[in-house]
T-cell receptor, first 115, second 113 residues
Framework: AQKVTQAQTEISVVEKEDVTLDCVYE???????LFWYKQPPSGELVFLIR????DEQNEISGRYSWNFQKSTSSFNFTITASQVVDSAVYFC????????????WGAGTKLIIKP | DAGVTQSPTHLIKTRGQQVTLRCSPK?????VSWYQQALGQGPQFIFQ???????QRGNFPDRFSGHQFPNYSSELNVNALLLGDSALYLC????????????FGDGTRLSIL
């Protein structure tokens, strides 16, 4: 069975601090995809990144970076120099291979950035 | 370029009633997925539609049914509503296999009294 665990329910930091959101996944598939989505207070889920299981390169996009480690089944997300606008709930999600289309979601981490 | 649109925004029903939620996918997308998100939790996959057929279904009872139209828009129907059906219902669209990044609408907040 597939499972995604986001152990951090809520994180609160002061603006400009770096923060890392953890994501641990379980799957028996050899081919799978991992995603991060952001859900601001408005409610709409916003896609941030997709990573397939064969690509373990870290990714950086501006202040955002992602660390994918198959050895520990983790796909962690780091925000550098956090800003108040980063405040949201962040979800990690997992999908299977070509015959399994559903996304399995973690419970989310609520990130609060204080000014 | 319109994104995913859902209607209505909010809905209040009573136990035992039936409800229909609607979704128009992002322009160019042909796949629609529906999710249920309870307060404080991650979304739960209900089902996915592609080429007017239900391609995959999550662990939801038959009271939850859907439809996809030739223009790729979709409906989610829930019969015999229970208090536990109160949630935010999210529609997401994508292209092709469904493994592509999904674009989400703002959701329909369904409250059951």
């Amino acid at each position: 069975a597939q499972k995604v665990t986001q152990a951090q329910t809520e994180i609160s930091v002061v603006e400009k601090e770096d923060v890392t959101l953890d994501c641990v996944y379980e799957t028996r598939d050899t081919t799978y995809y991992l995603f991060w989505y952001k859900q601001p207070p408005s409610g709409e889920l916003v896609f941030l990144i997709r990573r397939n299981s064969f690509d373990e390169q870290n990714e950086i996009s501006g202040r955002y970076s992602w660390n994918f480690q198959k050895s520990t089944s983790s796909f962690n997300f780091t925000i550098t120099a956090s800003q108040v606008v980063d405040s949201a709930v962040y979800f990690c999600a997992l999908s299977g291979s070509y015959s399994n289309y559903q996304l399995i979601w973690g419970a989310g981490t609520k990130l609060i950035i204080k000014p | 370029d319109a994104g995913v649109t859902q209607s209505p925004t909010h809905l209040i029903k009573t136990r035992g009633q039936q409800v229909t939620l609607r979704c128009s996918p992002k322009s160019g997308h042909d796949t629609v997925s529906w999710y249920q998100q309870a307060l404080g939790q991650g979304p739960q996959f209900i089902f996915q539609y592609y080429e007017e057929e239900e391609r995959q279904r999550g662990n939801f009872p038959d009271r939850f049914s859907g439809h996809q139209f030739p223009n790729y828009s979709s409906e989610l129907n829930v019969n015999a509503l229970l208090l536990g059906d109160s949630a935010l219902y999210l529609c997401a669209s994508s292209l092709g296999t469904g493994l592509e990044p999904q674009h989400f609408g703002d959701g329909t907040r369904l409250s059951i009294l």
